[in-house]
Nanobody
Framework: QVQLVESGGGLVQAGGSLRLSCAAS????????MAWYRQAPGKQRELVAR???????NYANSVKGRFTISKDNAKNTVYLQMTGLKPDDTAVYYC????????WGQGTQVTVSS
């Protein structure tokens, strides 16, 4: 069973930056499109960024131009660089494949203060 472990969240002021990491317990990134998802309180989980096996990327309109997804297949790790953070970015952030076939990790909390 693959384990996904997210890290790097925290409390940041609006306009700040964070870099999230997601480590997989075994090699899955070379055979799956991977994505970062987020879930804000009282809202459904949404996909915010994805990266294909060929490293093509796309983003939700709400984060386009501010977030960058990348991956290191050798380290079994996918990253999300977040800049220009807004209070609306406050959520628990998760990684998973697209579609999400692996057990969800615990996520990492991102809180953006105004």
């Amino acid at each position: 069973q693959v384990q996904l472990v997210e890290s790097g969240g925290g409390l940041v002021q609006a306009g700040g930056s964070l870099r999230l990491s997601c480590a997989a317990s075994r090699s899955i990134f070379s055979s799956n499109t991977m994505a970062w998802y987020r879930q804000a309180p009282g809202k459904q989980r949404e996909l915010v960024a994805r990266i294909t096996t060929g490293r093509s990327t796309n983003y939700a309109n709400s984060v386009k131009g501010r977030f960058t997804i990348s991956k290191d297949n050798a380290k079994n790790t996918v990253y999300l660089q977040m800049t220009g953070l807004k209070p609306d970015d406050t959520a628990v952030y998760y990684c998973n494949s697209v579609p999400s076939v692996y057990t969800w990790g615990q996520g990492t909390q991102v809180t953006v203060s105004s």
